[in-house]
């Protein structure tokens, strides 16, 4: 029983609770449907942090085992950061966080609406032909 080492199942029964936290259904929601014809799919952010550690001592107790002491913390923060609006066959995205920062997130900003004008785009040369 020397090879037994208890930070690992500690570790892992986290890790089991986290990822029972974190499934696609916490990123994307359900979606809403409207009365006007309009879908609405949630999307959030997801931040885990997670640690952990532990100590066995070197001396064996009166059960010839020895002793442990441990412990873990997991952190798990979800942020709305906006909806995916479709209408008509359109998406674009409405962001309810504040506007991007920095290049990449201004980028990822622009996506939807890049997806769209390339629709019509496509759609337009289809009609043309």
Known sequence: ??????????????????????????????????????????????????GGG?????????????????????GVKIDPIGFLVIKDGTIRMVNVTPPANNTVDRLIDLVPQVMDRVDAFIAKQKEDQ
């Open 1 to 50: 029983m020397d090879n037994y080492n208890p930070i690992g199942e500690l570790m892992q029964t986290t890790m089991d609770n986290v990822k029972n936290i974190l499934k696609v259904d916490t990123v994307v929601g359900d979606p809403i449907y409207t009365p006007d014809g309009i879908t609405l799919v949630p999307i959030s952010r997801i931040s885990v942090g997670f």
């Open 54 to 74: 532990g100590i066995e001592l070197n001396q064996k107790n009166a059960n010839g085992n020895r002793p442990f002491g441990g412990g873990n913390a997991t």
